[in-house]
T-cell receptor, first 115, second 113 residues
Framework: AQTVTQSQPEMSVQEAETVTLSCTYD???????LFWYKQPPSRQMILVIR??????QNATENRFSVNFQKAAKSFSLKISDSQLGDAAMYFC????????????FGTGTRLTIIP | EADIYQTPRYLVIGTGKKITLECSQT?????MYWYQQDPGMELHLIHY???????EKGDLSSESTVSRIRTEHFPLTLESARPSHTSQYLC????????????FGSGTQLSVL
């Protein structure tokens, strides 16, 4: 079974600075997807960024980028120019390309932005 | 704009009551999911559906049941609520395998007294 580990329960960053959230996962599969979701106080989960395992190029979405290290099974999220609206819980998630396609989530990292 | 709706947003109910949590999406997605999330914890999949008349149980054992009679609607029912059912319930939907991005609703916070 796949597992997703987020070792940082809480992180904080100064506004306009850069922060990196860590995520590692364990799988025996070679074809899968990785996601970062943001969950603000409103509790709705919002997709931040998505990475296909077969792509070597790291995904980027505006101020958000990932460092995907397939061999190390690491998938960190970098947030540049942090803004107050980035404050939220961030969940790393794994989804297999086989079977029932369910998402496996990590335990989350609570990100605080310091004005 | 993607839309997925959950009602009610908050529900406080007594033990033994039957409740139904509603989830609807207007995107025509075949795949829909129910996740359970306790405060500060990860999400656990409790039910999913790949289309009309298709329902499966997820990883986390749940006493709830679901139905999928229409593509856009995926309600979750608890026949007899208990305090152990107190949790946040998140509904999600997605389209296809290759380009799937899951869209989540705002959740229902259920408290059983």
């Amino acid at each position: 079974a796949q597992t997703v580990t987020q070792s940082q329960p809480e992180m904080s960053v100064q506004e306009a600075e850069t922060v990196t959230l860590s995520c590692t996962y364990d799988t025996s599969e070679s074809d899968y997807y990785l996601f970062w979701y943001k969950q603000p106080p409103s509790r709705q989960m919002i997709l931040v960024i998505r990475q296909e395992a077969y792509k070597q190029q790291n995904a980027t979405e505006n101020r958000f980028s990932v460092n995907f290290q397939k061999a190390a099974k690491s998938f960190s999220l970098k947030i540049s120019d942090s803004q107050l609206g980035d404050a939220a819980m961030y969940f790393c998630a794994y989804r297999s390309n086989f079977g029932n396609e369910k998402l496996t989530f990590g335990t989350g990292t609570r990100l605080t932005i310091i004005p | 704009e993607a839309d997925i709706y959950q009602t009610p947003r908050y529900l406080v109910i007594g033990t033994g009551k039957k409740i139904t949590l509603e989830c609807s999406q207007t995107m025509g997605h075949d795949k829909m999911y129910w996740y359970q999330q306790d405060p500060g914890m990860e999400l656990h999949l409790i039910h999913y559906s790949y289309g009309v008349n298709s329902t499966e149980k997820g990883d986390l054992s749940s006493e709830s049941t679901v139905s999928r009679i229409r593509t856009e609607h995926f309600p979750l029912t608890l026949e007899s609520a208990r305090p152990s059912h107190t949790s946040q319930y998140l509904c999600a939907s997605g389209r296809d395998l290759v380009n799937e991005k899951l869209f989540f609703g705002s959740g229902t916070q259920l408290s059983v007294l």
